[in-house]
């Protein structure tokens, strides 16, 4: 191997450096509709694009159909499902993006659009490419972009949607219940909020209580591992008492009050 201070290695190191910038430029092309109009309107010259005139020689070949086709079918698979999306925003969030129509007019394809863009959605990886073999789901990261992004602030864009992330997270508890159920946790992480895994079940539970009392949203558990999914109503307490007998904390319990909820485990095929 050459030594840092020698031509060849600072070549490599100088073309790796382009190579990394080039594919920042390709996924701002690919997932930000703002960036990816400014382009097909005028080129990778444009201003907002803001490139260096090296990187404006290696796009200049670009075809923008194409790009535009692909930008298209990234929001589409996102929205409706398709490769590594999983079922997509239309069937994992029915309500959630109901109520978002309701209160400021986006359709999920522009809700879709500003997700993509976010950076949120970069924690989002199809499985099989992500870096370290281990993704996010697409329905954590939605969450995270409702509950995290300026857009749905008070002052934002999306403000006047700003309360509907209980419902998200709703949505995106039992979508990612369920994916622990088809047995592929293995092959992801969940870091999504109020929910914890051990030994392979997932659980978690939200009392929803700022929620409207017209989402029907009630006290809810959320118990899964491969080949099991629990989802219903249940008290914080109870909640509590099976998660200390799933955590091997049983004996913190009173006996009897053990024995039932290790039955109800049994009977759920938790345990």
């Given at each position: 191997m050459l030594p840092d201070h020698l031509p060849g290695s600072a070549h490599r190191t100088t073309e790796a450096g382009r190579h990394e910038r080039i594919l920042h430029v390709l996924d701002r092309l690919l997932h930000d509709k703002t960036v990816r109009t400014a382009f097909i309107e005028g080129g990778p010259s444009h201003p907002e694009l803001g490139l260096d005139a090296d990187l404006i020689t290696a796009f200049e070949r670009v075809d923008v159909r194409e790009l535009a086709l692909v930008g298209r079918n990234i929001r589409s698979e996102v929205v409706s499902g398709g490769t590594g999306t999983g079922p997509g925003l239309g069937r994992i969030f029915p309500r959630s993006l109901e109520v978002v129509r309701e209160r400021t007019g986006r359709t999920p394809h522009e809700i879709a659009e500003l997700f993509i863009a976010s950076p949120q959605f970069q924690d989002f990886r199809d499985v099989p490419f992500s870096p370290a073999r281990r993704g996010r789901l697409l329905p954590e990261c939605f969450h995270r972009f409702v509950a995290e992004s300026r857009l749905f602030g008070p002052s934002g864009a999306l403000g006047e949607a700003a309360g509907v992330e209980p419902l998200v997270h709703h949505e995106a508890a039992v979508a990612v219940?369920?994916?622990?159920?088809?047995?592929?946790?293995?092959?992801?992480?969940?870091?999504?909020?109020?929910?914890?895994?051990?030994?392979?079940?997932?659980?978690?539970?939200?009392?929803?209580?700022?929620?409207?009392?017209?989402?029907?949203?009630?006290?809810?558990?959320?118990?899964?591992?491969?080949?099991?999914?629990?989802?219903?109503?249940?008290?914080?307490?109870?909640?509590?008492?099976?998660?200390?007998?799933?955590?091997?904390?049983?004996?913190?319990?009173?006996?009897?009050?053990?024995?039932?909820?290790?039955?109800?485990?049994?009977?759920?095929?938790?345990?």
């Amino acid at each position: 191997m050459l030594p840092d201070h020698l031509p060849g290695s600072a070549h490599r190191t100088t073309e790796a450096g382009r190579h990394e910038r080039i594919l920042h430029v390709l996924d701002r092309l690919l997932h930000d509709k703002t960036v990816r109009t400014a382009f097909i309107e005028g080129g990778p010259s444009h201003p907002e694009l803001g490139l260096d005139a090296d990187l404006i020689t290696a796009f200049e070949r670009v075809d923008v159909r194409e790009l535009a086709l692909v930008g298209r079918n990234i929001r589409s698979e996102v929205v409706s499902g398709g490769t590594g999306t999983g079922p997509g925003l239309g069937r994992i969030f029915p309500r959630s993006l109901e109520v978002v129509r309701e209160r400021t007019g986006r359709t999920p394809h522009e809700i879709a659009e500003l997700f993509i863009a976010s950076p949120q959605f970069q924690d989002f990886r199809d499985v099989p490419f992500s870096p370290a073999r281990r993704g996010r789901l697409l329905p954590e990261c939605f969450h995270r972009f409702v509950a995290e992004s300026r857009l749905f602030g008070p002052s934002g864009a999306l403000g006047e949607a700003a309360g509907v992330e209980p419902l998200v997270h709703h949505e995106a508890a039992v979508a990612v219940a369920q994916a622990i159920a088809t047995g592929a946790g293995a092959t992801f992480d969940v870091g999504l909020a109020d929910t914890a895994v051990h030994e392979g079940t997932l659980y978690a539970f939200r009392d929803y209580a700022e929620a409207p009392a017209a989402w029907g949203l009630v006290p809810t558990m959320y118990l899964a591992a491969p080949g099991r999914c629990v989802i219903g109503g249940g008290s914080r307490a109870v909640f509590g008492a099976l998660v200390a007998v799933l955590t091997g904390r049983g004996e913190e319990l009173a006996p009897e009050v053990r024995e039932a909820l290790e039955k109800r485990l049994d009977a759920w095929g938790l345990r």
